[in-house]
Protein backbone atom coordinates (compact mmCIF):
# COMPACT_ATOMS: atom_id res chain seq x y z
CA UNK A 1 0.00 0.00 0.00
CA UNK A 2 1.04 3.88 -0.92
CA UNK A 3 1.67 5.49 2.05
CA UNK A 4 1.74 9.33 1.66
CA UNK A 5 3.72 12.06 2.93
CA UNK A 6 0.76 13.97 3.99
CA UNK A 7 1.39 17.59 4.28
CA UNK A 8 5.46 17.17 4.46
CA UNK A 9 7.71 17.67 1.46
CA UNK A 10 9.87 14.55 2.65
CA UNK A 11 9.06 11.21 4.19
CA UNK A 12 11.95 11.73 6.47
CA UNK A 13 10.13 15.18 8.00
CA UNK A 14 7.69 13.21 8.22
CA UNK A 15 8.73 10.29 10.29
CA UNK A 16 10.23 13.08 12.05
CA UNK A 17 7.05 14.47 13.03
CA UNK A 18 5.37 11.50 13.70
CA UNK A 19 7.98 10.87 16.85
CA UNK A 20 5.70 11.90 19.45
CA UNK A 21 2.32 9.86 18.49
CA UNK A 22 4.46 6.12 17.90
CA UNK A 23 6.94 6.64 21.01
CA UNK A 24 3.33 7.33 22.44
CA UNK A 25 2.18 4.44 20.76
CA UNK A 26 4.91 2.44 21.77
CA UNK A 27 5.40 3.37 25.28
CA UNK A 28 1.77 1.98 25.39
CA UNK A 29 2.70 -1.42 25.68
CA UNK A 30 5.56 -1.37 28.09
CA UNK A 31 4.63 0.47 30.70
CA UNK A 32 1.19 1.43 32.74
CA UNK A 33 1.71 5.06 33.46
CA UNK A 34 -1.07 5.54 36.06
CA UNK A 35 -0.06 2.67 38.00
CA UNK A 36 3.40 4.15 37.42
CA UNK A 37 4.70 0.08 36.50
CA UNK A 38 6.37 -1.60 33.60
CA UNK A 39 4.25 -3.71 31.56
CA UNK A 40 6.35 -6.07 29.47
CA UNK A 41 5.25 -8.75 27.05
CA UNK A 42 6.05 -11.55 29.01
CA UNK A 43 9.53 -13.56 28.39
CA UNK A 44 8.78 -17.82 28.52
CA UNK A 45 12.65 -17.85 29.81
CA UNK A 46 13.77 -16.56 33.11
CA UNK A 47 14.67 -13.45 33.41
CA UNK A 48 15.88 -13.64 36.63
CA UNK A 49 19.00 -16.07 35.50
CA UNK A 50 20.22 -13.54 32.89
CA UNK A 51 23.89 -12.74 33.96
CA UNK A 52 24.93 -10.60 30.76
CA UNK A 53 23.85 -8.73 28.23
CA UNK A 54 25.32 -8.89 24.32
CA UNK A 55 23.66 -5.91 22.10
CA UNK A 56 24.35 -6.09 18.17
CA UNK A 57 23.00 -4.57 15.52
CA UNK A 58 23.95 -2.02 12.48
CA UNK A 59 23.49 1.95 11.42
CA UNK A 60 20.97 3.69 13.56
CA UNK A 61 20.06 0.61 15.66
CA UNK A 62 23.74 -0.07 16.99
CA UNK A 63 23.55 3.50 17.88
CA UNK A 64 20.10 2.65 19.96
CA UNK A 65 21.88 -0.07 21.29
CA UNK A 66 24.95 2.03 22.63
CA UNK A 67 22.40 4.33 24.93
CA UNK A 68 20.98 0.86 26.08
CA UNK A 69 24.30 -0.33 27.60
CA UNK A 70 24.25 2.67 29.83
CA UNK A 71 20.55 1.92 30.99
CA UNK A 72 20.84 -2.23 31.46
CA UNK A 73 24.92 -1.57 33.49
CA UNK A 74 22.91 1.77 35.51
CA UNK A 75 19.26 0.33 36.34
CA UNK A 76 20.32 -3.88 36.24
CA UNK A 77 23.93 -3.69 36.61
CA UNK A 78 24.41 -6.68 34.21
CA UNK A 79 27.55 -6.04 32.29
CA UNK A 80 26.64 -5.58 28.80
CA UNK A 81 28.87 -6.43 25.62
CA UNK A 82 27.91 -4.39 22.18
CA UNK A 83 28.66 -5.37 19.00
CA UNK A 84 27.92 -4.30 15.40
CA UNK A 85 26.55 -7.45 13.25
CA UNK A 86 29.55 -7.38 10.87
CA UNK A 87 32.38 -7.53 13.90
CA UNK A 88 30.56 -10.29 15.92
CA UNK A 89 30.15 -13.41 14.31
CA UNK A 90 34.15 -13.00 13.16
CA UNK A 91 36.01 -12.34 17.07
CA UNK A 92 35.21 -15.53 18.45
CA UNK A 93 32.70 -13.94 21.15
CA UNK A 94 32.23 -15.53 24.35
CA UNK A 95 28.99 -16.68 25.07
CA UNK A 96 28.22 -18.28 28.26
CA UNK A 97 25.13 -19.96 29.94
CA UNK A 98 22.95 -17.11 31.41
CA UNK A 99 23.42 -14.96 28.51
CA UNK A 100 20.65 -12.81 26.64
CA UNK A 101 21.84 -11.82 23.41
CA UNK A 102 19.77 -8.82 22.23
CA UNK A 103 19.06 -7.64 18.66
CA UNK A 104 18.15 -4.58 17.22
CA UNK A 105 16.57 -3.75 13.86
CA UNK A 106 13.87 -1.42 12.36
CA UNK A 107 13.48 -4.08 9.36
CA UNK A 108 13.89 -7.35 10.93
CA UNK A 109 15.93 -8.24 7.87
CA UNK A 110 19.37 -6.87 8.28
CA UNK A 111 21.98 -10.13 6.68
CA UNK A 112 24.61 -9.21 9.50
CA UNK A 113 22.28 -9.00 12.35
CA UNK A 114 20.28 -11.62 11.38
CA UNK A 115 23.67 -13.80 10.86
CA UNK A 116 24.46 -12.96 14.08
CA UNK A 117 21.56 -13.40 15.54
CA UNK A 118 21.38 -16.80 14.25
CA UNK A 119 24.85 -17.46 15.51
CA UNK A 120 24.10 -16.59 19.11
CA UNK A 121 21.12 -19.20 19.26
CA UNK A 122 23.99 -21.60 18.18
CA UNK A 123 25.76 -20.60 20.90
CA UNK A 124 23.08 -21.21 23.58
CA UNK A 125 22.46 -17.78 24.14
CA UNK A 126 18.67 -16.42 24.48
CA UNK A 127 17.09 -14.34 22.13
CA UNK A 128 15.46 -11.32 22.37
CA UNK A 129 14.76 -8.64 19.17
CA UNK A 130 13.94 -5.19 19.24
CA UNK A 131 12.19 -4.82 15.63
CA UNK A 132 9.62 -2.05 14.06
CA UNK A 133 8.48 -5.19 11.50
CA UNK A 134 6.74 -7.53 13.02
CA UNK A 135 5.97 -9.95 10.49
CA UNK A 136 9.98 -9.64 10.08
CA UNK A 137 12.57 -12.64 10.03
CA UNK A 138 14.07 -11.43 13.70
CA UNK A 139 10.54 -11.20 14.53
CA UNK A 140 9.86 -14.82 13.96
CA UNK A 141 13.47 -15.83 15.28
CA UNK A 142 13.32 -14.61 18.69
CA UNK A 143 12.75 -15.62 21.98
CA UNK A 144 11.58 -12.71 23.49
CA UNK A 145 9.83 -10.33 20.69
CA UNK A 146 9.91 -6.84 21.85
CA UNK A 147 7.76 -4.68 18.93
CA UNK A 148 8.30 -0.84 18.21
CA UNK A 149 5.50 0.55 17.23
CA UNK A 150 7.09 3.19 14.53
CA UNK A 151 4.80 1.89 11.88
CA UNK A 152 6.19 1.73 8.38
CA UNK A 153 9.43 3.87 8.27
CA UNK A 154 9.75 5.04 4.00
CA UNK A 155 13.04 7.01 4.54
CA UNK A 156 15.77 5.21 4.17
CA UNK A 157 17.63 7.76 7.01
CA UNK A 158 16.04 6.03 10.13
CA UNK A 159 14.64 8.56 12.33
CA UNK A 160 11.15 7.32 14.48
CA UNK A 161 12.33 3.90 14.55
CA UNK A 162 15.30 5.17 16.94
CA UNK A 163 12.83 7.01 19.33
CA UNK A 164 10.74 4.07 19.54
CA UNK A 165 13.89 1.59 20.29
CA UNK A 166 14.87 4.04 22.79
CA UNK A 167 11.24 4.00 24.68
CA UNK A 168 11.58 0.08 24.38
CA UNK A 169 15.39 0.07 25.75
CA UNK A 170 14.50 1.98 28.69
CA UNK A 171 11.60 -0.08 29.27
CA UNK A 172 13.42 -3.43 29.09
CA UNK A 173 16.44 -2.78 31.09
CA UNK A 174 14.29 -1.48 33.85
CA UNK A 175 12.21 -4.38 33.43
CA UNK A 176 15.36 -6.69 33.94
CA UNK A 177 15.99 -4.73 36.71
CA UNK A 178 12.67 -5.18 38.53
CA UNK A 179 12.86 -8.91 37.72
CA UNK A 180 17.12 -8.75 39.20
CA UNK A 181 15.63 -7.36 42.49
CA UNK A 182 17.54 -4.25 41.69
CA UNK A 183 14.64 -1.38 41.17
CA UNK A 184 12.58 -0.45 44.15
CA UNK A 185 9.06 0.55 43.53
CA UNK A 186 9.71 3.72 43.57
CA UNK A 187 12.74 3.59 41.20
CA UNK A 188 10.45 2.23 39.01
CA UNK A 189 7.26 5.06 39.33
CA UNK A 190 9.87 7.60 38.55
CA UNK A 191 11.55 5.82 35.75
CA UNK A 192 7.76 5.19 33.92
CA UNK A 193 6.97 8.56 34.86
CA UNK A 194 10.07 10.15 32.76
CA UNK A 195 9.50 7.93 29.98
CA UNK A 196 5.70 9.26 29.94
CA UNK A 197 6.87 12.39 29.56
CA UNK A 198 9.01 11.63 26.41
CA UNK A 199 6.24 12.50 24.34
CA UNK A 200 5.47 15.69 25.15
CA UNK A 201 9.05 16.61 24.99
CA UNK A 202 9.43 15.31 21.77
CA UNK A 203 6.50 17.15 20.43
CA UNK A 204 8.18 20.78 22.60
CA UNK A 205 11.36 19.92 20.33
CA UNK A 206 9.76 20.32 17.47
CA UNK A 207 8.34 23.47 17.97
CA UNK A 208 11.88 24.87 17.08
CA UNK A 209 12.32 23.13 13.44
CA UNK A 210 12.60 27.02 12.51
CA UNK A 211 15.40 27.82 14.80
CA UNK A 212 17.12 24.14 13.38
CA UNK A 213 16.51 25.60 9.79
CA UNK A 214 18.37 28.90 10.41
CA UNK A 215 21.34 27.14 12.06
CA UNK A 216 21.43 24.41 9.34
CA UNK A 217 22.30 27.44 7.16
CA UNK A 218 25.43 27.73 9.11
CA UNK A 219 26.36 23.85 8.16
CA UNK A 220 25.71 23.85 4.23
CA UNK A 221 28.94 24.83 2.77
CA UNK A 222 31.48 23.11 5.66
CA UNK A 223 33.42 20.23 4.34
CA UNK A 224 33.19 18.73 7.64
CA UNK A 225 31.76 19.01 11.06
CA UNK A 226 32.03 17.12 14.86
CA UNK A 227 29.61 15.78 17.29
CA UNK A 228 30.03 15.74 20.39
CA UNK A 229 28.59 14.09 23.45
CA UNK A 230 29.14 12.15 26.43
CA UNK A 231 27.62 9.52 28.57
CA UNK A 232 24.22 8.39 26.84
CA UNK A 233 24.55 11.48 24.46
CA UNK A 234 27.64 10.00 23.12
CA UNK A 235 25.78 7.77 20.96
CA UNK A 236 23.76 10.84 20.24
CA UNK A 237 26.46 12.33 19.00
CA UNK A 238 27.18 9.46 16.47
CA UNK A 239 24.06 9.01 15.43
CA UNK A 240 24.12 13.31 14.60
CA UNK A 241 27.61 12.48 12.64
CA UNK A 242 25.79 9.43 10.88
CA UNK A 243 22.34 11.12 9.67
CA UNK A 244 24.22 14.21 8.27
CA UNK A 245 26.79 12.13 6.44
CA UNK A 246 24.09 10.09 5.17
CA UNK A 247 21.38 12.48 3.20
CA UNK A 248 23.77 16.11 3.19
CA UNK A 249 27.10 13.46 1.79
CA UNK A 250 29.20 16.07 4.26
CA UNK A 251 32.11 14.59 6.39
CA UNK A 252 30.91 14.38 9.93
CA UNK A 253 32.55 12.38 12.71
CA UNK A 254 30.72 12.13 16.49
CA UNK A 255 33.15 11.59 19.15
CA UNK A 256 32.74 11.17 23.19
CA UNK A 257 33.50 14.61 24.29
CA UNK A 258 36.32 13.96 26.27
CA UNK A 259 38.24 11.63 23.64
CA UNK A 260 38.46 14.96 21.45
CA UNK A 261 41.73 15.86 23.13
CA UNK A 262 43.19 12.66 21.81
CA UNK A 263 42.66 13.17 18.21
CA UNK A 264 40.22 15.48 16.36
CA UNK A 265 41.50 18.71 18.66
CA UNK A 266 44.19 18.85 15.79
CA UNK A 267 41.05 19.09 12.88
CA UNK A 268 40.24 22.53 14.75
CA UNK A 269 39.19 25.51 12.80
CA UNK A 270 37.07 27.95 12.08
CA UNK A 271 35.63 26.69 8.86
CA UNK A 272 34.91 23.01 11.24
CA UNK A 273 31.48 24.11 12.94
CA UNK A 274 31.22 21.32 16.18
CA UNK A 275 27.84 20.27 17.81
CA UNK A 276 27.85 19.83 21.08
CA UNK A 277 25.35 18.01 22.71
CA UNK A 278 25.10 18.76 26.48
CA UNK A 279 21.79 18.48 28.11
CA UNK A 280 22.26 19.82 32.07
CA UNK A 281 22.44 16.95 33.97
CA UNK A 282 25.73 15.60 35.87
CA UNK A 283 27.90 15.42 32.88
CA UNK A 284 26.87 18.67 31.44
CA UNK A 285 30.10 20.90 33.02
CA UNK A 286 32.48 17.94 32.20
CA UNK A 287 31.14 18.33 28.32
CA UNK A 288 31.07 22.28 28.31
CA UNK A 289 34.92 21.87 29.30
CA UNK A 290 35.39 20.59 26.43
CA UNK A 291 33.71 22.40 24.39
CA UNK A 292 35.53 25.38 26.26
CA UNK A 293 38.66 23.64 24.43
CA UNK A 294 37.30 23.70 20.98
CA UNK A 295 36.76 27.32 21.86
CA UNK A 296 40.03 28.30 22.94
CA UNK A 297 41.48 27.40 19.40
CA UNK A 298 38.93 29.40 17.48
CA UNK A 299 36.44 26.36 17.04
CA UNK A 300 32.45 27.86 16.08
CA UNK A 301 30.35 26.01 18.09
CA UNK A 302 26.73 24.82 18.09
CA UNK A 303 25.23 24.25 21.40
CA UNK A 304 22.43 22.13 21.77
CA UNK A 305 21.07 21.87 25.17
CA UNK A 306 18.13 23.22 27.84
CA UNK A 307 17.87 26.94 28.73
CA UNK A 308 19.93 26.31 31.86
CA UNK A 309 22.62 25.05 29.78
CA UNK A 310 22.43 27.81 27.33
CA UNK A 311 22.01 29.77 29.95
CA UNK A 312 25.17 28.70 31.38
CA UNK A 313 27.26 28.40 28.57
CA UNK A 314 25.93 29.47 25.11
CA UNK A 315 28.07 32.89 25.58
CA UNK A 316 30.80 32.31 23.09
CA UNK A 317 29.04 29.98 20.66
CA UNK A 318 28.17 30.36 16.99
CA UNK A 319 24.54 29.13 17.37
CA UNK A 320 22.43 27.73 20.49
CA UNK A 321 19.47 25.46 20.50
CA UNK A 322 17.48 25.38 23.64
CA UNK A 323 15.66 22.15 24.03
CA UNK A 324 12.86 21.36 26.56
CA UNK A 325 14.49 20.53 29.96
CA UNK A 326 13.98 16.59 30.79
CA UNK A 327 15.30 14.25 32.95
CA UNK A 328 18.65 12.52 31.68
CA UNK A 329 16.70 9.25 30.94
CA UNK A 330 14.75 10.59 28.23
CA UNK A 331 17.29 12.93 27.34
CA UNK A 332 18.80 10.82 24.09
CA UNK A 333 14.80 10.71 22.62
CA UNK A 334 14.42 14.40 22.74
CA UNK A 335 18.07 15.37 21.75
CA UNK A 336 17.09 12.65 18.36
CA UNK A 337 15.25 15.58 17.37
CA UNK A 338 17.59 18.63 16.64
CA UNK A 339 20.29 16.10 15.13
CA UNK A 340 17.64 14.90 12.65
CA UNK A 341 16.32 17.57 11.64
CA UNK A 342 19.64 19.98 11.16
CA UNK A 343 20.67 16.82 9.30
CA UNK A 344 17.31 17.17 7.15
CA UNK A 345 17.79 20.83 6.37
CA UNK A 346 21.07 20.74 5.57
CA UNK A 347 19.90 17.88 3.00
CA UNK A 348 17.13 20.15 1.74
CA UNK A 349 19.50 23.10 1.49
CA UNK A 350 21.67 21.11 -0.48
CA UNK A 351 19.33 19.50 -2.87
CA UNK A 352 19.69 16.00 -2.16
CA UNK A 353 17.69 13.39 -2.55
CA UNK A 354 16.58 13.07 0.89
CA UNK A 355 14.97 9.78 1.18
CA UNK A 356 16.97 7.70 -0.97
CA UNK A 357 20.00 9.32 -0.65
CA UNK A 358 22.85 7.97 -2.61
CA UNK A 359 24.58 4.41 -2.57
CA UNK A 360 21.91 3.82 0.35
CA UNK A 361 19.37 1.34 0.98
CA UNK A 362 16.73 0.95 3.39
CA UNK A 363 17.64 -2.22 4.24
CA UNK A 364 20.78 -4.06 3.99
CA UNK A 365 20.04 -7.87 2.92
CA UNK A 366 23.39 -8.40 1.91
CA UNK A 367 26.51 -8.99 4.16
C1 LIG B 1 20.61 0.69 6.68
C2 LIG B 1 19.67 1.87 6.82
C3 LIG B 1 19.82 2.52 8.20
C4 LIG B 1 19.61 1.47 9.28
C5 LIG B 1 20.51 0.24 9.08
C6 LIG B 1 20.12 -0.90 9.99
O1 LIG B 1 21.92 1.15 6.69
O2 LIG B 1 19.95 2.83 5.81
O3 LIG B 1 18.88 3.57 8.36
O4 LIG B 1 19.86 2.05 10.54
O5 LIG B 1 20.41 -0.24 7.74
O6 LIG B 1 18.86 -1.37 9.60
P1 LIG B 1 17.89 -2.16 10.54
O7 LIG B 1 16.65 -2.40 9.71
O8 LIG B 1 18.57 -3.45 10.91
O9 LIG B 1 17.63 -1.31 11.75
Redesign the pocket.
Known sequence: AMISKGNHRHYMLKEIYEQPIVVAQTLRSYVRRLEGEIAMPAADFDLTAVNRVTIV?????FYAGMVAKYWFEQFARVPVDIDVASEFRYREPVLEPGGLALF????G??AD?LAALRHARQAGQTIAVVVNVPTSTMAREADLLLPTHAGPEIG???TK?FTCQLAVLAAFAANLARAKGRLSDEEERRIVRHLSEAPAALNAALAYDEAIEAVAAQIVNARDVLYLGRGPDYPLALEGALKLKEISYIHAEGYAAGEMKHGPIALIDESVPVVVIAPSGPLFDKTVSNMQEVQARGGRVILISDYDGVEQAGENCLATLTMPKVHPLIAPLVYAVPVQLLAYHVAVAKGTDVDQPRN?????TVE
Request: net charge neutral; aromatic share 0%; with cysteine.
Open positions: ACGTSISQSETTVASALAKSV
